[in-house]
């Protein structure tokens, strides 16, 4: 948005003493009395002065960020609409995980759409639940509930099959010595690309699909 940083440069910067070199005549045009800076874009680019970093800051954001992207990511695996509020179980966490959680609860429910926040002890048996670790802490989302079970696995099959479809023909090209040896070098590395993105693809289905199973 350059026009509206421009217009927040010139307001802030006269107070912080910083005008244009024809400071006389820009106080006129302005009409305001204050002489307005050059551009923002004729300044020196910030340098950031270390150390007024903060690192347990930096650390604490960090964590949260993680947490986020751990939920963000059952729901994304998992097929769970983003909007579904979710129970989260957290388990073996530090006195540092504790503390994070207390200073961020509100921000964790709101970005990431939970219900609730548990913690468990570290023998306490846990239901059947997606997975994500933010360091050595488990963050559990109990899945009894929150799929259709017959549904979701006949999404994953179907997914399966497909991707089980599109294999040979990935392979079948890659082994095949007349296509490697006329093919440019870039549609080749286009190709095995293609095939490690399939059977990855396939191996998080196949993964998901046991979970769900075991549910």
């Known amino acids: 948005m350059p026009f509206i940083t421009e217009e927040i440069w010139q307001r802030i910067a006269p ?3 910083i005008i244009a070199r024809d400071g006389v ?3 006129s045009q302005s009409g305001t009395g204050v002489a307005p800076a050059d551009t923002i874009m004729l300044q020196p680019y910030p340098v950031a002065d ?4 903060d690192i347990n800051a930096v650390t604490e954001i960090n964590w949260v960020m993680n947490f986020i992207l751990g939920v963000r990511r059952i729901r994304g695996e998992m097929n769970i609409a983003p909007g579904k509020p979710l129970p989260v179980l957290l ?3 530090s006195a540092a995980d504790q503390s994070y959680l207390t200073n961020n609860t509100v921000y964790l429910q709101k970005l990431g759409r939970l219900e609730s926040i548990m913690w468990l002890n570290s023998d306490d048996t846990t239901p059947e639940s997606a997975i994500a670790l933010v360091g ?4 559990l989302i109990p899945m009894a509930g929150l799929i259709d079970k017959d549904a979701e696995l006949t999404r994953l099959e179907k997914e399966i099959q497909k991707i089980k479809n599109d294999l040979p023909r990935v392979e079948g090209k890659l082994s095949n010595p007349t296509f490697i040896d006329k ?3 870039n549609v080749i590395d286009k190709e095995k690309a293609k095939l490690a993105d ?3 693809t396939l191996n998080n289905l196949e993964q998901q699909q046991t979970r769900i199973k075991a549910l």
């Open 15 to 17: 107070l912080a003493g």
């Open 25 to 27: 005549y820009a106080a």
């Open 50 to 53: 270390e150390t007024r970093i």
């Open 91 to 93: 388990q073996n966490g």
């Open 136 to 139: 050595e802490m488990k963050i």
């Open 183 to 185: 093919a440019p070098a």
């Open 198 to 200: 399939l059977r990855s």
